[in-house]
């Protein structure tokens, strides 16, 4: 059985595109909302099993209604829909344990991959998203290492110690400590102590 859902967005003609596409494939649209305020009234009410949020809306915002609903333990799952490419907002979302990110420019064609991947309790990140936000955030001099390097990079990301890496790659823990060193002086870091690890650990999405 399809899900129950409710759609909210404060533009007339992205609402009435959203319900006639949800309807159109089978979905139950349980109530629509044009800001905020409603939107969380409606989740409170209705209790669907999916909401979909538009960020930018009067009196709440998308994330304010995630909030709210994380507050009062309301079970609906989260799809946002939005304009916005930014990594503050991803991490954000990751953060409320959202659902689904979707982007408006291709909400059509992606929803239902993203509802479907709901549906069985996986979230879904819009993959043009993904995407931009690699190519956009990608750390300065990273291509400019070797493949062993980086392989380097992807042992650190998993918390191993230089000994565990040297296993794991055949190599010895001084030609390790020299991969590091030259990783070090290529990524332009401060020579302080665990300034490799921290790097690592603020960019490991463009490493594994």
Not at 109 to 120: A, D, F, R, W, Y
Request: a negative charge.
């Amino acid at each position: 059985m399809n899900s129950n859902i409710i759609i909210a967005d404060d533009h007339p003609i992205i609402l009435k595109g959203l319900n006639d596409f949800l309807v159109e494939n089978g979905y139950h649209v349980t109530g629509m909302a044009i800001n905020g305020r409603e939107a969380i009234d409606l989740i409170r009410k209705e209790k669907p099993d999916i909401a979909i949020l538009d960020i930018q809306m009067p009196y709440l915002t998308g994330i304010d209604v995630v909030e709210i609903c994380r507050k009062e333990n309301l079970p609906s799952k989260i799809i946002i829909i939005t304009l916005e490419k930014d990594i503050g907002l991803y991490y954000k979302c990751k953060e409320l344990s959202i659902y689904g990110y979707v982007l408006k420019e291709f909400a059509l064609e992606e929803l239902q991959n993203c509802i479907s991947s709901v549906e069985k309790g996986k979230p879904y990140f819009s993959p043009e998203l993904i995407n931009y936000l690699k190519t956009e955030h990608k750390p300065e001099h990273l291509d400019e290492l070797t493949p062993t390097e980086i392989e380097v990079l992807k042992h650190i990301a998993l918390n191993k110690t230089a000994k565990e890496i040297g296993e794991s790659m055949f190599i010895s823990n001084r030609t390790v400590e020299k991969h590091k060193s030259n990783i070090i002086k290529k990524l332009e870091l401060e020579p302080i102590q665990n300034s490799l690890l921290i790097w690592v650990k603020e960019n490991q999405k463009h490493i594994l």
